[in-house]
């Protein structure tokens, strides 16, 4: 197996110093509702906070993306990162992408004990490109989804909430 190009390597160490760093850094973790609604609070503001999103909250889609969807194809990547922006429109959620990832065990992956590296390049670089499109405003195949499960598992409380569809192999709420 050839190993990776000395660039592609120190890419990888710089995102995930990135990730850890900046979700590490977001501020306390809230409890959420499964009963949030979609509703959104002063949407200007919030729109504001997604437009001003930086290199740090790019990282933690990113991040998000790759554990989360990795390998569901590009509308499923594309799905699980407008869950976590329509979260941060959301009054029910932190208001910043990084403190939406990092937000308690919302994603299985941040509470499964396994570390948490980027190690696959050419998923890595997908998934912060989606991370990029969705926080420039690339349309939201989800039309407002808060809340998303694998099509394998069964949907228990979720199937209390709007269901919107099917993308990438999850199944996703409102």
């Known amino acids: ?16 110093l990135l990730i850890v760093a900046n979700c590490t850094a ?30 740090a909250d790019v990282a933690c889609l990113a991040e998000a993306i790759y554990f989360e969807a990795r390998g569901t194809g590009k509308a499923g990547e594309s799905a699980v990162a407008h869950v976590v922006v329509n979260r941060v429109r959301s009054p029910s959620f932190p208001r910043s992408v990084c403190g939406v990832v990092a937000d308690g065990c919302q994603f299985s992956y941040r509470c499964d004990g396994r570390p948490d590296a980027l190690t696959e390049a050419s998923a890595r670089d997908r998934a912060f ?20 499960h694998s099509a394998r598992m069964e949907p228990g ?18």
Do not use: C, K, Q
């Open 157 to 174: 409380w979720f199937s209390t909430r709007p269901r919107v569809g099917t993308f990438g192999g999850n199944i996703f709420y409102r």
């Open 26 to 55: 977001t501020g306390p973790v809230t409890e959420m509702s499964r009963h949030a609604s979609p509703t959104s609070v002063a949407p200007e503001a919030v729109e504001s906070a997604v437009r001003s999103a930086g290199p």
């Open 1 to 16: 197996m050839p190993r990776p190009a000395p660039v592609v390597r120190a890419a990888s160490g710089v995102a995930v």
């Open 129 to 148: 490109r989606i991370a990029e499109e969705v926080i420039e405003g690339a349309p939201d195949i989800t039309r407002g989804a808060l809340f998303f």
